[in-house]
């Protein structure tokens, strides 16, 4: 979004509904709340310059009712829409939804969420930007011979993850040759139950390590980073303690990692 935001409709709830409408109010912005019936009497409703019930509780019928948000964002004007993160944040037929619609997607083009959203497809992007990733197969795995040929190539533990993914689900962790192939046909089987995509890709499953990100923010004008932090606590895969800054980074090490991000197309310009 590049242009100036007069109006958002807030398509959340709770605490993060809370902190979208605190930010537009420091902006100045009107912010448009839209709600479910349980919803009716929380604080987001009261703090919100305006409010409108979009559906019943059940979330597929109100905060991922796609056609009673964009119904409600045109009644009141808005310039855009705030999905927040969950329900709608990451789903790009919602984004498109919105930008044939005319109306702002406060979040990236339906494309970028789309290959973003395809493991297979942002490994390859960034290969493709030059940046480094761990050893593994360059696109889907959908037999055990091809498996075999990655694992020889790049030596066990593997880590096999559905491209698709997300939530920790999809993934595991193969140690030998003997169970390649129960594992591959098991996580495929579990990857088309849960995301509608039986594809799924191998990689290097890599030890004793930390899990670092770094938060980019655009508005497709100027980019810039917001420092990093560190995921490494993990349960099932699910983080749950995120720590900012890192304790472990040396200064050396973060100053290479943001100029890194800088030197790259479309980078955070630091």
Known sequence: MSEVLRSVLIANRGEIALRVI???????????????????????????DQAVCIGPAQSRLSYQNQQAIISAAK??????????????????????????????????????????????????????????????????????????????????????????????????????????????????????AAFGNPAVYIERYLTDIRHIEVQVISDGVKTLHTGERDCTAQRRNQKLVEEAPSPVLTPEIRERMFQELAHKPGGAGV
Do not use: W
Request: proline share 5%.
């Open 22 to 48: 605190r930010a537009c109010k420091e902006l100045g912005i009107r912010s448009v709340l839209a709600y479910s019936e349980a919803d009716a009497d929380s604080l987001p409703v009261r703090l919100a």
């Open 75 to 192: 009644s009141f004007g808005v310039d855009a829409i705030h999905p927040g993160y969950g329900f709608l944040a990451e789903n790009p037929d919602f984004a498109k939804y919105c930008e044939n619609e005319n109306i702002g997607f406060v979040g990236p083009a339906s494309e970028i969420i789309r290959k973003m959203g395809d493991k297979i497809e942002a490994r390859k992007i960034a290969d493709q930007a030059g940046v480094p990733t761990i050893p593994g197969s360059d696109g889907e795995v959908s037999d055990v011979k091809a498996a075999m040929s990655i694992a020889d190539a790049v030596g066990f533990p593997l880590l096999i993850k559905a491209s698709a993914g997300g939530g920790g689900r999809g993934m595991r962790v193969v140690h030998s040759r003997e169970t390649l192939e129960k594992d591959l046909t098991e996580i495929m089987a579990e990857a088309e």
